[in-house]
């Protein structure tokens, strides 16, 4: 299974991304997926989480309301718009896949990993 992310970049604070997450090699409708983000010198810490369905959703405390997770299954994608950006979101964010995430904020529950992309907020 292989993750591919884009869409990240430089913002002003204030602003909005949206990322997206390419999945392929298996049957990405089977996966549970979720964001993850680690800023220089942090751990990496759970940002959002979507099930295979899209039924359910998950959202670290820090970013509840201001992001949003969704998926297409049609174009083995997910997504993780992000509005309100502040110095505090800047990191790299990564797409992690695992076909059943029992613990979808635990980065140990996830198999399968992106690379990263860079998000980046300026004031």
């Known amino acids: 299974v292989q993750l591919v992310e884009s869409g990240g970049g430089l913002v002003q604070t204030g602003g909005s991304l949206r990322l997206s997450c390419v999945v392929s090699g298996d049957t990405f409708s089977d996966y549970d997926m979720g964001w993850f983000r680690q800023a220089p010198g942090k751990e990496r810490e759970f940002v959002a989480a979507?099930?295979?369905?899209?039924?359910?959703?998950y959202y670290a405390d820090s970013v509840k309301g201001r992001f949003t997770i969704s998926r297409d299954n049609a174009k083995n994608t997910v997504y993780l718009q992000m509005n309100s950006l502040n110095n505090e979101d800047t990191a790299v964010y990564y797409c992690a896949a695992d076909p059943v995430a029992t613990i979808p904020h635990s980065g140990q529950d996830y198999g399968y990993w992106g690379q990263g992309t860079q998000v980046t907020v300026s004031s």
């Open positions: 979507i099930t295979w369905s899209g039924g359910n959703t």
